[in-house]
């Protein structure tokens, strides 16, 4: 079946740091992929996705880039904010299928 | 338009009690799901609908039931609320042609506590 692993949190930078948090799968077939944001107290948004293999996938200064060969889709960003703050789920979906989520990933910023 | 809305966004049970959650949505969508979130777990499904009058099971149905009456709407059942089932709950919604992307929206979640 479909899995997602993601580095466990908390991820605790100051601000304009670099940041990455790691997300892998496994899955049959040709997946979507997708990075989810949490807000205190909210429910989730799509951060980015990505459809195909060699997509990268970019929002808000996020990115991510779908690798097949490596299975993985690594969350990137070059200069964190404290409002970035929040916790990040990575998640596939394949066909009509439900999607499958990381356990999600808190990452703190600090100024 | 409001998206994906939940009634109620919080509500405390005693055990053995039951309640109905709600969700609405209002972007024509086919398909609605429901999750629970617990610390380190992630979200996990517990059912889901792909369109009117039609449900299944995700991966943990147990102790719920749902109802997809009308396309906007989709409701969670708990009919005799457990204290392992305190969480958070999301409901979310995707439009069915939009197959290759698989896109959820997601409402604000319902924090239920089961004394």
């Known amino acids: 079946g479909n899995s997602v692993t993601q580095m466990e949190g908390p991820v605790t930078l100051s601000e304009e740091a670099f940041l990455t948090i790691n997300c892998t799968y496994t899955?049959?077939?040709?997946?979507?992929l997708f990075w989810y944001v949490q807000y205190p107290g909210e429910g989730l948004q799509l951060l980015l996705k990505?459809?195909?293999?060699?997509d990268k996938g970019s929002n808000k200064g996020f990115e991510a880039t779908y690798r097949k060969e490596t299975t993985s889709f690594h969350l990137e960003k070059g200069s964190v904010q404290v409002s970035d703050s929040a916790v990040y789920f990575c998640?596939?979906?394949?066909?009509?299928?439900?999607?499958?989520f990381g356990k999600g990933t808190m990452l703190l910023v600090s100024p | 338009n409001a998206g994906v809305t939940q009634t109620p966004k919080f509500r405390v049970l005693k055990t053995g009690q039951s309640m109905t959650l709600l969700c609405a949505q209002d972007?024509?969508?086919?398909?609605m799901y429901w999750y629970r979130q617990d610390p380190g777990m992630g979200l996990r499904l517990i059912h889901y609908?792909?369109?009117?009058?039609?449900?299944a099971k995700g991966e943990v149905p147990d102790g719920y039931n749902v109802s997809r009456l009308k396309k906007q709407n989709f409701l969670l059942g708990l009919e005799s609320a457990a204290p392992s089932q305190t969480s958070v709950y999301f409901c979310?919604?995707?439009?069915?042609?939009?197959?290759?992307?698989?896109?959820?929206?997601f409402g604000p979640g319902t924090r239920l506590t089961v004394l």
């Open positions: 998640a596939l979906g394949s066909g009509y299928s439900t999607l499958t």
């Open positions: 990505a459809t195909k293999a060699d």
């Open positions: 609908s792909v369109g009117e009058g039609t449900t």
């Open positions: 972007m024509n969508h086919e398909y």
């Open positions: 979310a919604s995707r439009d069915a042609t939009r197959v290759t992307y698989n896109e959820q929206f």
């Open positions: 899955a049959t077939g040709y997946p979507s």
